[in-house]
């Protein structure tokens, strides 16, 4: 038996604790999804409270829109995503954490090095000229 759409934007978005240009906003992007009743006014499913407290929760760990969407395009029928689902997302979401906080902590242990210093040296500096990526590019100031 398929829901009923029965939610006015106003509602999920007060229940939600976001804007209603933010579930526009949303279903542009298609993480949620709406009809419009007789009055062209949009209705949403009861699951889209569960969404959309998916979004949020996904958005504070650092989790792009748009990886959140690819997240929901994976799943079949585009439903809501479940107690299992969110596990998988959040185990996988979780590995890339990791990596961001691995990436953060090489910068930040990097840049103990440079404290006192300040000399940004376009050939030296681990923070500035990391790899020195930009040696190919010829000498002097290849950024400004």
């Known amino acids: 038996m398929k829901q009923e759409f029965e939610l006015s934007v106003g509602y999920v978005a007060k229940r939600c604790g976001v804007r209603v240009s933010t579930l526009h ?18 209705r949403y499913q009861r699951e889209t409270l569960r969404r959309v407290a998916i979004i949020k929760a996904a958005q504070k760990l650092g989790i792009s829109l748009d990886e959140i969407q690819q997240a ?31 990436a953060l902590t090489r910068l930040k242990d990097s840049m103990e090095g440079c404290i006192g210093c300040g000399c940004l040296s ?11 990526v930009l040696a190919d590019k010829g000498t002097g100031a290849v950024l400004l």
């Open 25 to 42: 906003f949303y279903e542009q992007k298609g993480l949620i999804y709406s009809l419009r009743n007789q009055g062209n006014q949009r």
């Open 122 to 132: 376009m050939s030296n500096c681990p923070i500035y000229n990391q790899d020195d």
């Open 72 to 102: 929901f395009a994976a799943l079949p029928d585009n439903r809501t995503p479940t107690a299992d689902d969110w596990h998988q997302l959040s185990t996988k979401w979780q590995q890339k954490l990791n990596q961001r906080i691995e």
